[in-house]
C-alpha cells in the first residue's frame, strides 16, 4: 500500500510541475510527456509519444543533442545547460534541460528522464 502511496504522490508532483519533464527511451521516442511539456511546446501527449528527440531539436543542434543521448545512455548526468528544441508550430526556443538516465534494478540505463524550462526565443 505504501509503494501505490508514493507512485501516487509521485504522479501528481510530474502532472502539476511548472517545468515539462519528458521521458525518452534511449533512441531518442518520448515515453511521457506532462502537461508543462504540452503548455510549452504544444503537442498534446498523444501525439508528442509519436515523436523523437530528432523531430524536437532544431537541425543545427541534433549532432550536440544526439551526442549527449549517448552519454546518458552511458549513465551520465547532463546538465543543467542551455540548448534548443522545436515547438508544434516550428519555433525555436532556448531552453535550459538537466537529464538523468533511469537505471533500472540490474544498473542498466533503460530511458532518460529531462526537466526542461523554457529560456526565451531563440532569434
Known sequence: MEHANRLARLAVVLHDAFDAIVMTNLEGRVL??????????????????????????????????????????????IGPITTQRLTCSGAVINISLVATPLVDAKGRVYAISATERLQSVAE
Open 32 to 77: 511521457a510527456w506532462n502537461p508543462a511539456a504540452e503548455r510549452m511546446y504544444g503537442w498534446s501527449e498523444a501525439q508528442a509519444l509519436k515523436l523523437t528527440l530528432q523531430e524536437r531539436v532544431p537541425a543545427a543542434a541534433l549532432e550536440q543533442t544526439m551526442a549527449r543521448l549517448k552519454l546518458l545512455s552511458q549513465a551520465q548526468v
